[in-house]
């Protein structure tokens, strides 16, 4: 708990059972949770905690960057308290996330090769397959 309580110390924002609970909740996950599965998972600590809560704390998190949300296009949010630079390999079929280990420095734009006035925030870099058990369904 301590240093779920440093790390929303370090970022300015107050210290509440919902955020610890929810920075909790996430921290040992490396399957990349959707905020309906940390919901589940928060309400173990804390039964009266509405979805509603649980969502605009993750929101809270993200903006403050003490965690990062996965957005593949067209899906529905999932949430990683990894934050360091990282690339996401995808599953096309069942939409499990894994983790690419290796730290990715971030590609150098030019101001000429982006849109007029566009500011890059950050980088993320998904590729897209198929994992070991859709392989495997898929062959037979
Ligand atoms: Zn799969
Ligand atoms: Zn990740």
Redesign the pocket.
């Known amino acids: 708990m301590e240093q779920f309580i440093q790390k929303l110390r370090s970022k300015g924002i107050s210290v509440t059972p919902q955020r610890l609970a929810v920075l909790a909740a996430l921290e040992h996950r490396r399957d990349h949770p959707t905020a309906e599965q940390i919901y589940r998972e928060v309400r173990k600590q804390l039964p009266t905690i509405s979805f509603n809560t649980v969502y605009k704390t993750l929101e809270v998190l993200c903006q403050k960057g003490l965690i990062i949300k996965v957005n593949p296009l067209h899906e529905v949010a999932r949430y990683d308290s990894r934050t360091h630079s990282h690339a996401h390999l995808v599953?096309r079929?069942?939409?499990?996330i894994f983790d690419l280990e290796r730290e990715l420095p971030p590609l150098k734009l030019t101001p000429e090769e982006l849109p007029p006035g566009f500011r890059v925030e950050h980088q993320s870099v998904i590729f897209w397959g198929?994992?070991p058990?859709?392989q495997k369904n898929q062959s037979h």
């Not at 079929?93 to 499990?96: P, V, Y």
């Open positions: 599953c079929s069942c939409h499990r198929l994992c058990s859709c």
